[in-house]
């Protein structure tokens, strides 16, 4: 029998981003093959999860993906920057990278197709690295967070929503 593995860290669920999706605007292939399209997220929210600490709310006020398709059409490569005030005033800057497995649904998402349907959690992962402007808030920058993504189709449009947990490094001794 293997011995059990170790080292390995773990997952605190921290935070959740919710950002309102404008428009589309396709610029079309890259030297890369890649097809490019920028993404106006102008609203949104960014919010701790419950019981994750600092404690914090914020109202976005710019966003925007510059994401790419590869050649292949297999995988989207997400590129999002955001601002964001919180309730106290305090301003957080957020890159996030991601990878999203494209198939039939999710291109009826991303080219804003008239019967494109909610994505669920699953396609789609990432990381993400805050700058913010209030000491309270520094452990955003202190730590490491990864999480996953979906796209809620609405009656007011799309809603691109990421789930993000902070990775704790283990302390097992192997």
Known sequence: MMPPLTGFPSVVPAIIIKLNVA???????????STFTHFDCPTGTIESAEGFSPAFKAEVNFGADWCTFDADKQHGRLNLKVVARTTDGACISLDYQGVIRMDEAAWKVFTMQPDAQTMAFGQATGTCHFVVGD??????????FA??????VGEKGLTAESR???????TDMD
């Not at 000491?135 to 490491?144: G, I, T």
């Not at 999480?147 to 809620?152: A, E, L, T, V």
């Open 23 to 33: 428009n589309a605007n396709p610029h079309g292939l890259i030297h890369t093959g």
């Open 135 to 144: 000491e309270k808030l520094k452990a955003l920058e202190d730590n490491v």
């Open 147 to 152: 999480g996953n993504g979906r796209i809620i």
């Open 164 to 170: 993000l947990c902070q990775v704790v490094s283990s």
